[in-house]
């Protein structure tokens, strides 16, 4: 994934639902409208300062730019999934107790999180 490109949608995204023109943005952050039209395409990436000023002037958090990131509950999960899809009849009664004891060791952990 591009992150410059997503970060680039958001922005126009935003700046849209508000009704603003790129020229009204670019007023607004003190830039040009081509550097904003930059951004939005992602042939420009925007340093920390800029999103910061674009998370003000949106009134969204920072992470509102970002794809979301699986979270470590769902990705064990995907391999407990994995884990149980491989079971078969030849798992002896000791192996499936380590196996169950590996699953239950996980969940704790993400009950961390």
Request: hydrophobic share 35%; charged share 30%; net charge neutral.
């Amino acid at each position: 994934m591009d992150t410059n490109k997503f970060v680039g949608s958001k922005i126009k995204e935003f700046r849209e639902a508000r009704g603003w023109t790129q020229d009204q943005l670019a007023e607004k952050l003190n830039t040009t409208r081509q550097t904003i039209s930059r951004y939005e395409s992602g042939a420009r990436k925007t340093n920390q300062d800029v999103l910061f000023d674009l998370s003000v002037l949106f009134n969204v958090k920072i992470d509102s730019f970002f794809p979301e990131r699986e979270s470590k509950s769902v990705a064990s999960q995907k391999n407990i999934g994995l884990l149980a899809a491989h079971i078969d009849d030849n798992v002896s009664d000791e192996e499936m107790a380590q196996i169950i004891n590996y699953i239950d060791l996980v969940r704790k952990a993400n009950n961390r999180d």
